[in-house]
Structure formats: C-alpha cells, structure tokens
C-alpha cells in the first residue's frame, strides 16, 4: 500500500512539474500564443498554480530607469498604417501612456 502511495506521489509530483513548466514557457511567449493557451486551461489551474508569481517574473523585462525604450511597431486605430516608435522618436519626442480612459 506505500508503494502505491509512493508511486501516486511521484507520478503527480512530474504531472504537476510538467504543468507548471507549461505555463512558465506560455508566459514566456508572444501575447497571442500565451492568450491561446490559457484560453483552453481550465478555472481551476489559477488555482493550482502560483500565476501571479510566475507572470512578474515572466514579463519582468531587463530595462531598468534611463533605460530606451525597446522599438516596437503598431497598428493605427483606421487600420491604415502601422506606426514604429523608432521613426517617432528621431523627429520628437515620445511620451508612452498606459491606463484605462474610461
């Protein structure tokens, strides 16, 4: 009956490292595909699992104060264009704001 107990244990231990491991490299990808994964995850692994802990380290970055931002390039709101920070910040400067306006 140990044994069976022992076995269970560890076969749950590697399912459950296996899990986490999953989730870190999805966090380690581009939006879209970590957006894909956890679609399909159920409710539960927020639970399971210590997400929050492993988003702050996953999406901490290396830039730190004084630091250029990295060059990125988005879409307009039209559709129109697509607009590179790099091209904006040779002519003017460029102050990046992040909120809800609502």
Same mark, same amino acid.
């Given at each position: 009956?140990?044994?069976?107990?022992?076995? /269970?244990?560890?076969?749950?231990?590697?399912?459950?490292?296996?899990?986490?491991?999953?989730?870190?490299?999805?966090?380690?990808?581009?939006?879209?595909?970590?957006?894909?994964?956890?679609?399909?995850?159920?409710?539960?692994?927020?639970?399971?699992?210590?997400?929050?802990?492993?988003?702050?380290?996953?999406?901490?970055?290396?830039?730190?104060?004084?630091?250029?931002?990295?060059?990125? /390039?988005?879409?307009?709101?039209?559709?129109?264009?697509?607009?590179?920070? /790099?091209?904006?910040?040779?002519?003017?400067?460029?102050?990046?704001?992040?909120?809800?306006?609502?």
């Amino acid at each position: 009956m140990l044994k069976i107990l022992l076995r /269970s244990g560890v076969v749950l231990a590697v399912l459950y490292a296996a899990f986490v491991g999953y989730i870190w490299w999805a966090m380690n990808q581009t939006p879209e595909t970590f957006g894909g994964v956890m679609k399909r995850l159920p409710g539960i692994a927020y639970v399971l699992v210590p997400f929050e802990t492993m988003w702050m380290r996953a999406r901490a970055g290396h830039l730190k104060a004084g630091d250029l931002a990295p060059d990125f /390039s988005l879409t307009k709101l039209d559709k129109s264009a697509t607009v590179q920070l /790099s091209s904006l910040a040779a002519t003017q400067p460029v102050v990046l704001l992040f909120g809800s306006y609502t």
